[in-house]
């Protein structure tokens, strides 16, 4: 098992076949007789709910036919993927709530829309992009506003009130109102659509909101990232051991550039997607997001492309974020209010060319600490119960 300074415990590339008899080993013996299994597993251990024939198995703990699983003869291997077909089953159906034609309906936000007529998806034909723009200007043009207050419903998994109110509406503005050019915050616009496109709240793709340069810069000191020496493309292939993450064929890879940054040692950082776009070891999503990276840079296959990747990270749904946080992907924000506050920094920073690889969107985005509560508070409108049905 590999231990990397500042990391927790994990299997090397070269240790798939020990990890795969190490998560066996912990299904067969288990009895049940632990906390996980009192809350979620009917207090029966894995072997009793896997092989499914004991009459005294609750119904809620009985699994489908095709998942049923002797594990005292089945191998190691049909245990893991076992698991894994059930874990992949599970993560599919984490959905938020929709209705019969794939509209959401179910945060205050949802209802927002939906009693004051406001049109809760993009039309046939109707690209994200432009139905953020439509909503924005119908959401600016609302006179006469209909709130969402208690006789709406209320939560039950969540003790915050089903509410939309004035202040998440002007949060809402503030989230879909793009800057024409003023940097000072006096606009009151985030052009957080951009990135978080409704309704959805995602654009599925990847941006340097400037998180590993906060971090990197309070291990060293303001302005190093933007200093920090980076190869292109030939330096980091010729020398893949110094430079990038761990693999099958460079089990002795330092991981240098996807590491936390470390108070007085200059050597890790962690720049996201550079450690995956044209890495040879990882070859199935190139294709991909060669697609992705191609659309922000037109010389994209060589190291102008691979800069543009420099600290990007994903971009995560906002919906029911109050039940995802620690935010970003370091988990160095834990509240709406810090998250809300870096993005008035780090745009500012990026108006003021102090940002490495700063995104364009954040050129239209003009914030102050004024705008910090009702952005919150809109963040918040997008919560919503679990489906348990």
């Known amino acids: ?30 009895n049940g007789n632990n906390t996980p299994a009192t809350e979620y597993g009917c207090g029966l251990s894995y072997a009793k709910i896997l092989k499914g024939n004991d009459p005294s198995i609750p119904a809620d703990c009985k699994l489908p036919k095709q998942y049923l699983l002797d594990v005292t003869t089945a191998t190691d291997e049909q245990i893991v993927n076992d698991l894994s077909q059930m874990v992949a089953q599970y993560s599919y159906g984490l959905l938020f709530k929709q209705d019969q034609f794939g509209r959401f309906y179910s945060s205050p936000y949802d209802v927002f829309l939906r009693i004051n007529h406001l049109p809760t998806q993009p039309n046939a034909g109707e690209s994200e992009q432009q ?22 419903g209320k939560f039950k998994y969540h003790a915050q009130p089903f509410v939309f109110g004035a202040k998440e509406l002007t949060g809402l503005k503030i989230f879909l109102r793009v800057a024409g050019g003023t940097v000072d915050g006096t606009q009151h616009a985030g052009n ?17 909101t400037g998180v590993t340069q906060e971090e990197y810069d309070a291990a060293k000191g303001d302005g190093v990232f933007s200093q920090l020496a980076i190869p292109g493309l030939t330096e980091r292939t010729q020398n893949f051991d110094q430079y990038l993450p761990v693999s099958a064929t460079h089990p002795n890879a330092s991981e240098r550039f996807r590491h936390h940054a470390v ?17 040879g070891d990882i070859p199935n999503p190139q294709a991909n997001l060669a697609l992705v990276v191609c659309a922000q840079s037109q010389n994209c296959a060589v190291d102008q492309g691979l800069a543009t990747t420099i600290a990007q990270f994903k971009t995560p749904t906002l919906r029911d974020g109050s039940d995802s946080q620690p935010y970003f992907h370091n988990g160095s924000k834990v509240k709406f209010d810090d998250v809300v506050k870096f993005y008035v920094k780090s745009s500012t920073l990026a108006h003021q060319g102090a940002l490495r690889n700063p995104p364009t969107e954040f050129l239209q985005m003009s914030l102050s600490d004024d705008d910090v509560d009702a952005l919150v508070a809109f963040l918040l409108s997008l919560t919503e119960d679990y489906d348990d049905a």
């Open 1 to 30: 098992m590999r231990v990397r300074p500042g990391s927790r415990q994990r299997w090397a590339a070269t240790e798939y076949q020990q990890a795969v008899a190490h998560i066996a080993d912990v299904i067969r013996q288990d």
């Open 263 to 279: 108070a007085g040692n200059s050597v890790y950082a962690d720049l996201g997607l550079w450690n995956v776009y044209l890495n």
């Open 131 to 152: 139905y953020n723009q439509r909503l924005a200007g119908l959401v600016e043009a609302l006179s006469n506003p209909v709130y969402v207050d208690g006789s709406y």
């Open 192 to 208: 957080c659509a951009a990135c978080h496109l409704a309704p959805t709240f995602t654009d599925f793709k990847f941006h340097n």
